[in-house]
């Protein structure tokens, strides 16, 4: 193998680990990072996106709108948890752990009883290209160009625009907000299905790279949390390059030992980044600026 494929090679897995990790994370950066939800139903809600999604390709929808209508359905789903169960417990973060994993076994268990073991996929779309002597899935591209969409969508919705102005300014200052005349309870309901639509899209997304079952999430949630933690509190400008930073040691430790080293890798990352950086990379860039 020539250094121009080997590059390419390296580029390439960068990319695929990159946008695993960024459309993992972005659902959990704006449930938890913004809103200090601790949300362990988040594989949850990217397993619905995921499901919606395949049964509404078997029924005919072309792939891009039954995506579309995973997101909406999961953030239809998370919008009704919030106004069920997160609503009563913003001011009891300990409370939110036990009820979303209440919340994921019930999901879990009651996918399963409903649709069984596994539900059939959805073929991989656009076909590959070679380099080389290896091939490339096309849809990988996809998964990383939409990757890089997400994350400059949700800095519009949330600095361009008023909803987003009425979020942050909710989440940091509640009473401040009411006191204006914002409906908080609104504004945190939408927040959080933002947040569960985002997951639902990942779902959607990925529907066609995996083996659909029950407990699809738990291969992404561990991902999502260290990709988020290591952002740190400013979710916009910490998720892209804790996503970058992960996305090099997860590609190195799996291409260099496996799938098991690369996991591992993430880890051993994450407890580094936060040593050294107890406020994540956001806080760094953060503190830099100033």
């Known amino acids: 193998m020539d250094i121009a494929t080997h590059i390419f090679s390296a580029l390439y897995q960068f990319g ?6 960024v459309l993992s994370a972005c659902g959990l950066a704006v449930i938890f990072g913004m809103m200090g939800v601790i949300n362990l139903a988040h594989g949850e809600f990217i397993m619905c ?9 078997h029924v005919g929808l072309p792939l891009p709108l039954a995506i579309m209508a995973g997101a909406i359905v999961a953030a239809l789903v998370g919008a009704l948890v919030e106004l069920v169960v997160i609503r009563h417990l913003y001011d009891r973060p300990l409370d939110t752990i036990v ?3 209440g919340l994921s076994l019930i999901a879990t268990q009651g996918t399963l009883i409903l649709v069984g073991s596994s539900m059939a ?15 490339y899935s ?22 361009w625009t008023r909803f987003g102005v009425l979020a942050r300014a909710t989440i940091q200052v509640p009473h401040m907000a009411a006191a204006l005349g914002v409906d908080t309870r609104l504004i945190y309901s939408l927040t959080f299905a933002c947040g569960a639509g985002l997951a639902g899209l990942a779902g959607g997304l990925y529907a066609p790279t995996m083996t659909l079952v029950p407990t699809m999430g738990a291969t992404f949630i ?32 799996t291409s260099w ?34």
């Open 49 to 57: 996106g995921a499901y919606v999604t395949a049964s509404t390709a």
């Open 222 to 253: 561990m991902e999502a949390f260290v990709t988020v933690v290591i952002g740190g509190a400013d979710v916009f400008l910490g998720t892209a390059p804790a996503g970058a930073v992960l996305a090099v040691v997860k590609s190195v430790m």
């Open 121 to 135: 996929g959805v073929g991989t779309p656009f076909g590959s290209f070679q380099v080389g002597e290896y091939s």
């Open 16 to 21: 695929d680990a990159f946008a695993f990790l």
């Open 138 to 159: 096309i849809y990988r591209l996809v998964l990383f160009a939409s990757a890089l969409g997400v994350l400059g969508g949700l800095y519009m919705l949330f600095n």
């Open 257 to 290: 030992q496996g799938q098991l080293f690369g996991q591992i890798g993430l880890l051993v990352a994450v407890i580094i980044v936060v040593r050294v950086l107890p406020k994540g990379i956001s806080g760094f860039l953060l503190r830099e600026r100033t």
């Open 99 to 101: 009820a979303t994993w």
